[in-house]
């Protein structure tokens, strides 16, 4: 159906709210939780800060779990699932066994903005910006990180398992 066929302006209008929403809808936005989540940089930054003044090497493993994430499928979140009856997660992959850390840096910011602004932030965002606060705390680059990623339901063990080797040429 072409739209330049549609004979009333109301029709048209609904059929782009039905249609074309989710693909706006998923885009990503700087402002994304600015009335939301007003406070979540704040909540970020502090613990990344007290993370980071417990043990400075936590900033390095934020931003190489943030790869990890982005590596298999996008930011999505995957790399933070843990392994069910149904899904092999992505944690116990070659390239991340024993390896990946901080987890839990990431876990307690998502209570505590579950306390802020309670089923709001995914963990994909909280991610994202915990690598930016820690490299930058770290005093390396600052980026602006566009938000609104939806957490993945699924995660992959063989995709993670293509992750580069160290051993590569
Ligand atoms: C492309 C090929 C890459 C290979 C083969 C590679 C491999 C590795 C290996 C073997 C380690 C040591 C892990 C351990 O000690 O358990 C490591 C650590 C690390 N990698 Fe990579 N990496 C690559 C790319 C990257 C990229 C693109 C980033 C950043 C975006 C990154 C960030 C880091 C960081 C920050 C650490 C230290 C993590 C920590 O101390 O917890 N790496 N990498």
Not at 92 to 100: E, F, G, M, Y
Not at 106 to 131: F, H, M, N, Q, R
């Amino acid at each position: 159906m072409e739209c330049s066929s549609i004979k009333h302006p109301f029709i048209f209008l609904f059929f782009c709210l039905v249609f074309l929403s989710p693909l706006v809808c998923s885009q990503l936005y700087y402002n994304f939780y600015d009335t939301t989540c007003p406070s979540l940089t704040r909540i970020v930054r502090s613990n990344v800060l007290s993370a980071m003044a417990n043990e400075t090497r936590i900033a390095a493993s934020l931003l190489r779990l943030h790869f990890h994430d982005c590596f298999v499928n996008g930011c999505d979140g995957s790399v933070l699932l843990d392994d069910t009856s149904t899904l092999k997660g992505e944690k116990n992959a070659r390239p991340n066994q024993n390896s990946i850390r901080g987890f839990e840096v990431i876990d307690k910011i998502k209570s505590a903005l579950e306390v802020a602004c309670p089923s709001t932030v995914s963990c994909a965002d909280i991610l994202a910006l915990a690598a930016r606060e820690a490299v930058n705390f770290s005093r390396g680059p600052f980026w602006s990180v566009p938000l609104g990623r939806r957490d993945g339901t699924t995660a992959s063990e063989s995709e993670a398992n293509n992750l580069p080797s160290p051993f590569e040429s």
